[in-house]
């Protein structure tokens, strides 16, 4: 099986996936009703009483928010590859002559795609609250990359629950962790400010050295050693994940 035929059935794959999101707009809506909600709620009720130097709260907290947006939004890859599972189409794409990683690809670019669209929407209400960057062009490029590293870490995590689970409920449940995680990490609050073994949890977990980065960036600072151990935590979920996902994928169909 060539590259340019993997590329070209994925590309034809992830057509169809996108049709299925464009169609129903509102999982895309849904996946940043949730973050804004919790934007709006730490802003304008927890944020007053929360000290994080001379930041406004808003710049503090969005990075976190970010991250909660592509958590949410990953259950609706498993959602949608466990419904594929289900009604039997899968079965179908085996017997034609196509590349069978290119069908996980297809439901993993899709993810990408749908979760920056969401991004965008967070960014632009958090700049009506006020949300403020000096980043350049670079830093925001940063950022971008630091997103989009991170949607396809976690995507490939939901394609190994989706591939797993027997329930509608299985297949999106696994994502709760993944959006708790944020609150134990500095997005919210200062680490310093955490109980001993809670604050050495979140000092040492991958979401805080991702939130720090992406503040900085967004503050137009220097990242310093932050940004290559977010770096470091993504690119390892992804390879763990992705092989883990075609081992699954392999044992299931083979």
Not at 33 to 41: A, E, Q, S, T, Y
Not at 160 to 176: C, D, K, M, P
Request: aromatic share 10%.
């Amino acid at each position: 099986m060539t590259t340019t035929h993997l590329l070209a059935d994925t590309a034809v794959l992830t057509g169809r996936t996108m049709r299925h999101v464009t169609r129903s707009l509102d999982t895309v809506i849904t996946t940043a009703i949730m973050p804004v909600g919790i934007m709006l709620l730490f802003v304008y009720v927890f944020g007053g009483a929360i000290d994080t130097g001379t930041a406004s709260y808003i710049d503090y907290m969005l990075p976190g928010i970010l991250l909660i947006t592509i958590a949410s939004g990953i259950s609706y890859t498993s959602y949608r590859l466990f419904m594929d599972l289900k009604s039997g189409i899968f079965e179908r794409f085996q017997s034609l002559p196509i590349a069978g990683s290119s069908v996980l690809w297809a439901h993993v670019l899709t993810s990408v795609l749908a979760n920056m669209v969401s991004l965008v929407v967070v960014v632009a209400v958090a700049l009506l609250m006020g949300f403020r960057t000096g980043a350049g062009v670079l830093d925001w490029l940063a950022v971008t990359g630091i997103l989009v590293l991170f949607t396809l870490a976690l995507t490939w995590i939901a394609v190994i629950a989706g591939l797993s689970a027997h329930t509608i409920e299985g297949a999106s449940v696994f994502a709760y962790p993944l959006i708790f995680l944020p609150f134990v990490s500095s997005a919210f609050v200062p680490t310093a400010t955490m109980p001993g073994p809670v604050a050495w949890f979140a000092e040492h977990q991958p979401v805080t050295s991702i939130v720090d980065s992406i503040r900085a960036l967004f503050a137009g600072e220097s990242v310093g050693a932050d940004i290559w151990i977010a770096l470091a935590w993504c690119v390892g979920i992804l390879a763990a994940a992705s092989v883990g996902a075609m081992v699954v994928y392999r044992r299931r169909f083979r």
